[in-house]
């Protein structure tokens, strides 16, 4: 049984912006992950999860590609991705094998609720792991992730790869992606083998990794509302105006000065980074009619920032997780970071006992 595992993410900084090519983001992978086991399967491929029900989804290979048994389940990540690596297999010239794959998942609570954690993402670097170790295909870290982006896109064009870089990669990141349009027409025209080595097709893709904040503790809360990214982010472009140029050119500004602030160890600038970062996805909620803050991470933000701390929605906003960083360093610090977690208990916020996963060595 061949097991890999994939952890989840929370965006730091530079959300929506993200998505134009060459847009830095700062985010953080999760101590909680999704697993993926595959073992040899016989006579057709098959992937068992408590998200698909009891019965497994079960595929077999056609012509074109993956042919898959639709009665049980739609199209999706785990099957664009087993489609992907499909293709790549073939072109390495590596014999096709039938596989089980069994996913598991800690993004989620006992009864399945989801925290907007990044489980997509998660399931679906997980699922790249598990089968270049079954196939032997030796996907470097990067081209690990390269192979998830595209495997992401024919399914969200629109996504920003950002939740596959913290998957991949852990701990602290600065992200940027590349152009995901001109990926997904290559894909259709090259092979996937060509894709991962023209270096052209991959401008704007950036990871860095950061240093964790000094004197600072990492606080998530979690509204109890979901939110959906794609429709929000849909909503942004949608309405993109002669101000978006300066929501672009204020965003990368503000997550430049975070960045230095966590490689100086300089907590006050970290802090302002953050507060600023809340104030511009304010300002693009209300250019756009969206409520992008809802009133419930209102009061998860204004309760850290009363404490002298500093918070915003984490990813999409609309719902979902607020992040927050608390100072350490005063005499009061426990009590503050205890109050603010009473408050949050008060206004029905939950408080997820969660930490950034330590990075595994460097970024090949």
């Known amino acids: 049984m061949i097991e890999f595992r ?16 060459g847009q830095p983001s700062v985010i953080i992978a999760l101590d909680r992950a999704i697993t993926a086991r595959v073992a040899e399967g016989h006579g057709a491929g098959s992937v068992h999860s408590e998200e698909y029900g009891h019965l497994p989804l079960t595929w077999t290979r056609a012509e074109d590609g993956i042919a898959l048994d639709r009665e049980h389940h739609p199209y999706d990540y785990v099957m664009a991705t087993i489609d992907l690596v499909e293709k790549l297999r073939g072109e390495l010239g590596i014999e096709p094998r039938f596989h089980d794959l069994r996913i ?13 954690l990044g489980s997509s993402a998660a399931v679906t670097v997980a699922t790249v792991g598990a089968l270049d170790r079954f196939y032997g295909l030796g996907l470097s870290q990067r081209q690990r992730f390269q192979v998830a982006l595209l495997a992401t896109i024919r399914v969200n064009p629109r996504a920003s790869g950002g939740d596959l870089a913290a998957s991949t990669f852990g701990g602290w990141l600065r992200y940027s992606a590349p152009d995901r349009e001109r990926l997904a027409s290559q894909l259709d025209a090259r092979t996937v083998s060509d894709i991962l080595h023209d270096a052209e097709a991959w401008d704007g893709f950036d990871v860095q990794r950061l240093p964790a904040p000094e004197n600072l503790r990492l606080l998530v809360g979690w509204t109890g509302s979901p939110a959906s990214t794609t429709k929000l982010v849909g909503v942004v472009r949608r309405h993109r105006n002669g101000g978006y140029q300066a929501f672009l050119d204020d965003s990368r500004a503000c ?19 953050l507060r600023r970062a809340r104030g511009l996805m304010q300002r693009l909620g209300d250019s756009v009619g969206s409520s992008i803050e809802t009133e419930r991470l209102t009061t998860l933000c204004d309760v850290v920032e009363r404490a002298g701390g500093a918070a915003k929605p984490s990813g999409a906003g609309g719902g979902d997780c607020g992040i927050a960083l608390v100072p350490t360093t005063s005499d009061t610090a426990e009590s503050d970071t205890a109050g603010i977690l009473r408050e949050w208990e008060a206004h029905d916020i939950r408080h997820l006992t969660i930490a950034v996963q330590p990075p595994e060595g460097p970024i090949e």
């Open 6 to 21: 994939a952890h989840g993410k929370l965006f730091v900084a530079g959300e929506y912006a993200v998505v134009e090519p």
């Open 104 to 116: 598991s998942s800690q993004l989620d609570d006992a009864s399945g609720r989801k925290f907007g």
């Open 255 to 273: 997550v430049d000065d975070l960045t230095t602030g966590l490689q100086t160890g300089d907590a006050a600038r970290t802090l302002d980074a």
